[in-house]
Structure formats: structure tokens, C-alpha cells
């Protein structure tokens, strides 16, 4: 006789679970239901599912059980579910081991849509809660316990009205959602089908069903709701730029203006007439820039210096480029000095962060994903055709690969001490999960809706990913961790975008949130570098909306996550270091060797599709 497949679980459980021996009845577990989408022929259509969720102590260890249908990425949500539940509620979720078990009767679309309820389930099996059963609720969790987008809600809430739901909780800024509708139209003795899209107000659409729909923007609301228990949370006063930071950021900022003084002029003196306006463009940058530093806005102002830096790269290369006897060999030299920097560069930075009395591991993970960054511009220029392309991706490269010491020595100036990367290795896969799911979800949903616009966010996502496993391959866990938030923040700002309407509100909620993010870390004694300059970048020099809800979307979301690593880790002792100006008085200004050059037409040139892809952090 074949035992279900509950029994089973349940006798697993026995074995793992430290007990008196008897069978755990189901009623022990939490119950909540997960609204899900399939397709059928008539298209989109919503079901409920039944996820039970069991924690005790433990180990860390997740199972997930499902039956009979579902697709690979339960685990990836599962975990990270447990991991913000014991986050939320100080806890660490290496004490505790987690069980859940999803009851699917039908092949659902795959997507990590259940992420947040699986959280609040998982909250209130720690905290032994009742769960309202007649409340549904979809949304991912994002590692800051945010509430992230989905799709099919209008499904979803149609499912759950037939079930007997009264309240549909869905993610902040999603009341408003694009739907695809299937049209038929009879012509003679046709029947013409096609598509297209429409906008749904799903509060408007919930009166008509019976049911109240309602946004929540974080976990602790959606728990709230379904268990009338509110979880603590602070808002903190406060200002981002503080003089604490400014006192970190400034000796850089002093130095790369000093650097780009002596540049232009060293540049101005081999550059060629044809590129004499775009020399003397970087004139307002470098004012724009000592304004920025005089203001007090020094991470900014280092910002502007960094892409001068590139800039007048650019403009002496291609200079030397015009006026060599044999440019073929000119741009093999120029590979091999920009290759020998990037490993020098590299060299160093791991030596730093081996000999380092503290460390910060925003710091940390900016600098090694400027050198994975630095290393992608190289290959981009090494496998270009194009002169152009590979002088403007050299540029970059080696501008890029410097900025990674930088940020090394930024590190150095707060942080943990006996700080190990091999710690992050756990969080570094997790993070790198999640976000690989996010994305395929991202783009299932864009896809979808037609929103080609979208496509170049998903593109930044899928980058991002890229260079997140080959840092995870080369034990940067650090780098992998930030660079695998960078494509959450750009793949949930995708499906946030479908159909959007007022991006105001939107920009206000993120700013505000990354602002409290920030503070919050900084009460307990953590300097979030890598979220400050973030939300600065986005405060001065972002240019419009959406580069501005990617600048405060990662400054909340790394300030978060960094408080929730060394919780995980149980670092309580913050360090800052001492004589901040003298990490940068060792900063030499490298210059590649000069050769012969006779002149030829050749100006810049925009790589703008190249760029875009591989150049999005900021300095």
C-alpha cells in the first residue's frame, strides 16, 4: 500500500525533528493559500493553491515538499522566505529548521508570486500565530522583507473571490496593472483572434467581487493583516549625508579632483585638433564637479571626476591611435597594458583585503565588482572589430579597474574586524537564486505584456547576473551578493513599470525608504557606504525618474540586506578606522607608455549599446 506523500513528509520530519516521538498532525502545520496563474485555452486563468508551513529548531536546514505539479524554483523562494521571516523577528535562521509542504493541483506558472505569503506563514509559525483564513495574498519578498511585484493579479483576485477570500493583499503600486485580453471577431466566415492589452484597477475590481483589496509595501503589514500581531518597526529621523560619511568620502573626491586638473593638461598637450571640442568639454564637467565638492556632495563630485577620467582616457587614446605608424600593434600594446593593470589591480585588492584591520562589506563587494566589471569591458574591447569600440572599451576598463582600489581602501575606513569573505558564501548563493529567478519571472511577465521598452532592464538584470556567478566562481561572495541585488532591483522595477502610470508616487516611496534603510543601519553602528552613495547618486546626478527609483531601489535594498548579513553572522562590533586620508596618499596616477603616431581622421565614437549593457554602476 503506497503511503501519500504528506505521510511521508511528515515521517521525514520525525527523523530530522528532535521530538517525543510522535507523528506531527497537519494541524500543527500553518496554513495559507497561494494564488497562482495557468494557462489553459482560453488563457490566463487563476487558482488557489495550500502551502503548510512547519519551523522548529534546528540547524538551517529548508525542505520543501510538492505534489503533484510545480516547477524548480519553490526552494530558492522557500529559503529566502525563512531567511526574512528570522530577520524581521531578530532572529538567526540557523537555529531553525524549516518545513514546507505545497498542495498543487494543477500545472502552475512558475515564479516566485508566493514569496511573501510563504514569509508570513513562516512568521507565524515561529511565533505560534493564528492566520486569518480568508485573507490571500501575492507578492514576492524581496531580502529587505519589501513586498516585490508580480503578474496575473487580476486572475489571482478572481480565484480568490470564488474561494471565499474577503481581503486580496497585493504589492505597493500595483493597483493599476495591464492585462492581455483575447479578442475574437467574426468576419464573413472567419473568426479572427487576437490580442490586446488593457489597464485593470484591481481595487475597482475587487468591490465588484466582493473583496477588499489592499497594498502593503512590507512584510510587517502583511502580517499585521493576517494575524492582527504587529511586528516593532522603527522610522528613523536623520539625514543621509552625514558628516561621518562626508569625512570618509571626501580625501577620494579631493584627490580625483587634483587628478583631473593634471590630466587635461597632460592630455591637452598630445590631443589632436579633430578632438579639441571634446577636450574642451570636460572644462564645465571639472567645474561641475568642484562645485558638487565644494557643496559638500563628495561622492558625487567623485562620480563626475571618475567619468572625466574615462573621458580624457578616451580622447588620449584615441589621439595616440591617429598618429601611429602601425596602429594594429598600437591597440595590441594597449590591451596588454590594460590587461597588466586590471591583474596588478586586482593583486593588490586581495592582498588589502587580506591585511586589512577592518573591513566593510559594502566596500568590499563594490570593489570586486568594479574588478568583474573592469574584466567584462576588457574581454567586450579584446573580441571588438572595431578600433572605436575597443578604445572606448579600454578606457573605461582601465579607469574602471582603478576605481576598484578605491573602493578597497573605502572599505577600510569602517567596518568589521576578522572579517572572512568565505562567511558570505551561503548568502552569495541565496542572493544569486533569487535573483535568477526574479528575472526569468520578469521576463515571462514582460514578454507577455509587450513592453518592449522594458527589455534594456532585464538586459541590466541578466548582466548583472552574469557577473555575479563568475564572482561566486572566483569566491568574490561579497560581489556576487551586491551585484545579484542590482539585478533584483532592475528586474522588479521591470514588472513595476507594466503599465505604470504616476512614477511620482512611486520615486517619493523609494527615496523615503532608502533613506530609512540607511539610518536604520547606521543606528547599530553599521556605515552603509555602498546604499549612501547610491542614494546620493540619485539625489545630484541621476538623470530622470527611472535611474533615480534604480539608485534609491539598490541603496534600500543593500542597506538592508548588509544589516541582515551581519545579524546572520552575529558581528556587533563596528569599527571606524583612523587617519582616513592616508588610505589615498599612496594613490599613484599610472600612464600607459607613449609611441610614435602619424596623423589620421579618426573622433570619437559612441558605443552607446555596448555601454549601456556593461557600464551601469555608478564610480
Known amino acids: 500500500m503506497k503511503l501519500s506523500r504528506f505521510v511521508v513528509m511528515m515521517l521525514l520530519i520525525l527523523l530530522l525533528v528532535p521530538c517525543s516521538g510522535a507523528l506531527i498532525e497537519e494541524s500543527e502545520f500553518k496554513h495559507v493559500k497561494l494564488p497562482a496563474v495557468y494557462t489553459s485555452p482560453e488563457g490566463e486563468e487563476g487558482v488557489l493553491t495550500e502551502l503548510l508551513v512547519y519551523t522548529t529548531k534546528g540547524n538551517g536546514y529548508v525542505f520543501v515538499d510538492t505534489y503533484p505539479f510545480t516547477q524548480v524554483d519553490m526552494q530558492g523562494s522557500a529559503r529566502l522566505a525563512a531567511i526574512v521571516a528570522c530577520d524581521v523577528l531578530g532572529l538567526n535562521y540557523q537555529d531553525y529548521d524549516f518545513y514546507y509542504v505545497l498542495k498543487v493541483d494543477t500545472p502552475i506558472v512558475g515564479g516566485p508570486s508566493g514569496g511573501a505569503a510563504m514569509t508570513v506563514a513562516t512568521i507565524a509559525s515561529l511565533l505560534n500565530l493564528s492566520l486569518r483564513d480568508d485573507v490571500v495574498m501575492t507578492g514576492m519578498i524581496n531580502p529587505d522583507g519589501s513586498i516585490g511585484p508580480v503578474g496575473g493579479i487580476p486572475s489571482k483576485l478572481e480565484a480568490s473571490a470564488k474561494s471565499g477570500a474577503n481581503v486580496f493583499l497585493i504589492p505597493k503600486g500595483q493597483r493599476v496593472v495591464q492585462v492581455v485580453e483575447r479578442v475574437e471577431e467574426k468576419q464573413g466566415p472567419f473568426i479572427l483572434i487576437s490580442e490586446r492589452t488593457k489597464n485593470v484597477d484591481v481595487v475597482e475590481l475587487g468591490n465588484k467581487l466582493g473583496v477588499e483589496v489592499m497594498e502593503v509595501g512590507d512584510i510587517r503589514d502583511a502580517v499585521e493583516i493576517f494575524t492582527g500581531y504587529k511586528i516593532p518597526e522603527k522610522k528613523y529621523n536623520g539625514t543621509v549625508i552625514t558628516t561621518q560619511y562626508q569625512n570618509m568620502m571626501k580625501p577620494l573626491a579631493e584627490m580625483l579632483l587634483n587628478e583631473v586638473d593634471a590630466r587635461y593638461e597632460e592630455v591637452g598637450s598630445i590631443a589632436v585638433s579633430s578632438l579639441q571640442n571634446d577636450l574642451e568639454s570636460q572644462k564645465e564637467l571639472i567645474n561641475r564637479s568642484r562645485t558638487l565638492y565644494g557643496e559638500g556632495y563628495y561622492y558625487a563630485s567623485t562620480s563626475l571626476s571618475f567619468n572625466i577620467l574615462i573621458n580624457l582616457r578616451e580622447i588620449e587614446y584615441t589621439s595616440n591611435y591617429m598618429k601611429s605608424s602601425n596602429r594594429n600593434e598600437y591597440l595590441m600594446n594597449l590591451q596588454a ?94 542572493y544569486l537564486s533569487q535573483a535568477q529567478s526574479i528575472e526569468a519571472y520578469s521576463e515571462t511577465l514582460v514578454d507577455e505584456s509587450g513592453a518592449v521598452g522594458l527589455r534594456p532592464y532585464l538586459l541590466s538584470a541578466n548582466k548583472e547576473i552574469e557577473d555575479a556567478k563568475t564572482e561566486f566562481k572566483n569566491g568574490y561572495y561579497a560581489g556576487a551578493i551586491y551585484d545579484s541585488l542590482y539585478s533584483i532591483v532592475y528586474s522588479s522595477l521591470a514588472i513595476e513599470l507594466i503599465g ?90 599610472q600612464q600607459p607608455e607613449k609611441s610614435e603616431h602619424p596623423q589620421s581622421p579618426f573622433g570619437m565614437m559612441v558605443v552607446a549599446i555596448i555601454v549601456l549593457i556593461l557600464v551601469r554602476k555608478i564610480v
Request: glycine share 6%.
Open 337 to 430: 597594458e590594460v590587461s597588466s593593470l586590471i591583474t596588478q589591480i586586482e593583486n593588490e585588492v586581495n592582498q588589502e583585503k587580506e591585511n586589512a584591520a577592518v573591513l566593510n562589506i559594502e566596500g568590499v563587494g563594490a570593489s570586486e565588482s568594479r574588478l568583474q566589471e573592469a574584466n567584462s569591458l576588457f574581454e567586450a574591447a579584446r573580441t571588438s572589430k572595431s578600433p572605436q569600440d575597443q578604445i572606448k572599451l579600454l578606457s573605461y576598463a582601465y579607469e574602471r579597474a582603478r576605481s576598484a582600489k578605491w573602493w578597497i581602501r573605502l572599505a577600510q575606513t569602517s567596518g568589521v574586524e576578522n572579517f572572512t569573505e568565505s562567511e558570505l558564501r551561503g548568502f552569495a548563493g541565496e
Open 500 to 589: 505604470a502610470g504616476d512614477v511620482n508616487s512611486k520615486l517619493e516611496r523609494y527615496k523615503e525608504e532608502a533613506k530609512n534603510s540607511i539610518i536604520e543601519a547606521r543606528n547599530i553602528g553599521i556605515e552603509p557606504i555602498l546604499a549612501a552613495s547610491a542614494y546620493e547618486h540619485g539625489s545630484v546626478l541621476a538623470e530622470g525618474d527611472i535611474e533615480k527609483l534604480v539608485d534609491y531601489g539598490y541603496a534600500r535594498l543593500s542597506a538592508k540586506t548588509t544589516i541582515m548579513i551581519l545579524s546572520q553572522l552575529e558581528y556587533t562590533n563596528f569599527t571606524s578606522a583612523q587617519n582616513i586620508e592616508e588610505l589615498f596618499t599612496t594613490e599613484t596616477h
